[in-house]
């Protein structure tokens, strides 16, 4: 009985997503695509999850990935503004969330999308750099920073060998 209760909100949760995702692509100033006020925790990780797995095309799973890698690297902001305790766990999962991003992309051999991922890849950099410039050099956090500039330079590069 629980698990059917389980499966049944997993399922109004995906439906009441399916239709939420913004397209991110298209911004070409160094700044996040939105402001967040939290960390994501909990319920909020299992309504991504859900919304995901509910994206039934290549393309719609694209963008609500490229929409979260968005809202990572505002969380990111938000602990550089806020907490820095939070820095390097939000740093980290956004770093994980490029990845899926990029594997996603080549994994599936979507060439035409090389262009607007590169654009964004490079916007995160400049909003990382902007983000490092806060901290001593080699600090900690300028380091868990310095990790995310350095994903997206790695996967910038591997988007040309599709």
């Not at 990790?147 to 988007?159: A, C, T, W, Y």
């Amino acid at each position: 009985m629980m698990k059917i209760k389980i499966l049944l909100l997993a399922i109004a949760l995906g439906v009441s997503t399916l239709f939420t995702t913004q397209a991110v692509f298209a911004q070409e100033n160094p700044s996040t695509s939105f402001q967040v006020d939290h960390v994501a925790r909990g319920f909020e990780k299992i309504k991504e999850r859900v919304t995901l797995f509910f994206k039934f095309s290549k393309d719609s799973k694209l963008d609500y990935l490229a929409y979260l890698s968005e809202k990572r690297l505002a969380e990111l902001e938000y602990g550089v503004n806020n907490d820095v305790n939070l820095i390097e766990e939000t740093a980290s999962r956004y770093t994980t969330y490029q990845g899926k991003l990029s594997e996603f992309v080549i994994s599936n051999k979507m060439s035409d999308k090389k262009d607007p991922l590169s654009k964004m890849y490079s916007n995160h950099i400049a909003v990382l750099e902007k983000l490092q410039s806060k901290f001593e050099y080699d600090s900690g956090w300028w380091l868990s920073i310095q990790h995310g500039i350095n994903v997206n330079k790695e996967f910038k590069e591997k988007l040309s060998t599709i």
